[in-house]
Nanobody, 116 residues
Framework: VQLVQSGAELRNPGASVKVSCKAS????????IDWVRQAPGQGLEWMGR????????NYAQKFQGRVTFTRDTSTSTAYVELSSLRSEDTAVYYC??????????WGQGTQVTVSS
């Protein structure tokens, strides 16, 4: 099982960013994908979850209206898009597979830096 994420991103405040997470080694539609981030000096923060089979999403309240999860089943890739970026969104963003009630496989992380 592998989750491979896209590379680092630098954005200006107010812009949007889209990070990808390509899954391999398992049936993509059989497991939910969580998105989690970690800001500098902070703990892990759960952003939400997507069901790759049906496309259903569950967003953490903090991110409602600013985050969108999508997936492409033809390429086994999940995406997170965050809009209206601010400096506090600077963080490493992770995708993680949800298996047996826990995140059993993680992507390598994508650094997103918001700075003018």
């Amino acid at each position: 099982v592998q989750l491979v994420q896209s590379g680092a991103e630098l954005r200006n405040p107010g812009a949007s960013v889209k990070v990808s997470c390509k899954a391999s080694g398992y049936t993509f539609t059989n497991y939910y994908i969580d998105w989690v981030r970690q800001a500098p000096g902070q703990g892990l923060e759960w952003m939400g979850r997507i069901d790759p089979e049906h496309g259903e999403t569950n967003y953490a309240q903090k991110f409602q209206g600013r985050v969108t999860f999508t997936r492409d089943t033809s390429t086994s890739t999940a995406y997170v898009e965050l809009s209206s970026l601010r400096s506090e969104d600077t963080a490493v963003y992770y995708c993680a597979r949800m298996g047996a009630g826990l995140n059993d496989y993680w992507g390598q992380g994508t650094q997103v830096t918001v700075s003018s």
